[in-house]
């Protein structure tokens, strides 16, 4: 039987292990942002800022960022430093690929760009040393892969356009996301109107990428983002898949250069979590810890996954902070997870158990005057 929980639009997923790390309060946070109508006719520019976790919650450094350009949408950290961002610029041309450095202060200092097709959604990195990005372009129906082994010459290397679908040449590809297996061997692309999943084989020494035969779902699936799972000998696979309002669990086979799909099949809790947001649901009630006040919220779910057989229990629905969560992140150690919920353009970062993936009480929030979109940490 397919894994499957009937979970709203989750627009977000993040694969946790345990680990007994102690919990740390403090610590620099990045957070993306769209423009945002403050009132009718004032737009306020999107970009980057940065705030501080600490005992008085967290606090804004410095002013917003323009070194992503105005409509920037994820971000990648590698080595603690090294930043990459892309600018999405949906409606109005191309896009941008840019690397910066990150100052003490958590600062942005700017190191190179270069424009991508447009509407870039999604970072990934592949490579022994993460010498290649991956951007899955929405807007412009395609992948690009970069060399970016020196940041501040971020080159192009290839374009990868996907086709319509095949049976309704009228539904444009989206792809949202890439995610590479833990092999390093293999990236996989969830395709949100067209209903596949993408499949690419890397070629490790040459730092290559060769497609393979798509795992189709059924129409309106609307697969959005997946995550991978190395459990003991065996690799699960789950997907969000939006429209179909469901989690679905796969075990993973490789073959010569292949990776094929199965079905799980049955059902333990275990220690190792999968959590997933929901969007537009609004069924929690979320206590602002500033002053008190009631808000509405979507949910952050937990579940706990089998190690044998990668199937989920559901261990808890905890309220995200507000509306519309557009992304979430853990720390380092899983004690701490960050959410950007765009309804309220408000970053809220809660404490979690490690040991049972429960999330806990707010340690801290603030309101932007821009539509948060993605929040890391920066340690």
């Not at 969830?190 to 084989?201: A, G, T």
């Not at 602002?288 to 006040?293: E, H, L, Q, R, Y």
């Given at each position: 039987m397919r894994a499957t929980h009937g979970i709203f639009a989750a627009l977000s997923a993040g694969l946790s292990l345990s680990s007994a790390a102690a919990c740390s309060k403090q610590g620099l946070l990045l957070v993306s942002s769209y423009p945002f109508e403050s009132s009718p006719g004032e737009i306020v520019k999107g970009g980057v800022t940065t705030l501080k976790l600490g005992n008085k919650g967290l606090e804004q450094v410095g002013e917003i960022s323009s070194i992503c350009g105005t409509n920037p949408s994820w971000?990648?950290?590698?080595?603690?430093?090294?930043?990459?961002?892309?600018n999405e610029n949906f409606d109005d041309g191309p896009g941008a690929f840019t690397s910066a450095k990150v100052n003490t202060d958590g600062t942005l200092a700017f190191v190179g760009n270069s424009s991508t097709p447009g509407g870039p959604v999604h970072i990934a990195l592949f490579g022994e040393n993460g010498e290649r990005a991956i951007t899955s372009n929405f807007a412009s129906s395609s992948l690009d892969v970069f060399n970016i082994e020196d940041p501040a010459k971020l080159q192009s290397l290839d374009n990868k356009p996907f086709p319509p679908r095949a049976d309704n040449e009228t539904i444009t590809s989206r792809p949202h996301q890439a995610v590479v297996d833990p092999t390093g061997g293999f990236v996989v692309?969830?395709?949100?109107?067209?209903?596949?999943?993408?499949?690419?084989?890397i070629d490790q020494t040459a730092l290559t990428l060769t497609e393979l035969p798509a795992h189709p779902f059924g129409n309106g699936t609307g697969p959005r983002h997946a995550a991978f799972l190395k459990s003991g000998d065996k690799t699960f696979l789950y997907v969000i898949a939006e429209k179909k309002v469901s989690i679905l669990g796969f075990e993973v086979s490789y073959g010569t250069n292949s990776l094929t799909l199965s079905e799980p099949r049955h059902t333990q809790p275990n220690n190792k979590f999968l959590t997933v947001s929901t969007r537009n649901e609004t069924t929690l009630e979320y206590t602002?810890?500033?002053?008190?006040?009631k808000i509405p919220s979507d949910a952050l779910n937990t579940f706990s996954i089998d190690p044998a057989t990668g199937e989920l229990t559901h261990v808890q629905s905890a309220p995200a902070g507000g509306s519309f969560p557009r992304h979430f992140s853990f720390n380092k150690d899983g004690s701490l997870v960050a959410v950007a919920c765009g309804g309220e353009n408000r970053v809220n970062v809660f404490e979690r158990d490690v040991g049972t993936g429960m999330i806990g009480k707010a340690v801290g929030e603030r309101v932007l005057t821009t539509q948060v979109n993605h929040v890391i940490f920066k340690e």
């Open positions: 971000q990648t950290l590698v080595g603690g430093d090294q930043y990459y961002c892309i692309i969830p395709d949100l109107s067209v209903d596949v999943l993408h499949i690419f084989s602002s810890v500033a002053d008190g006040t």
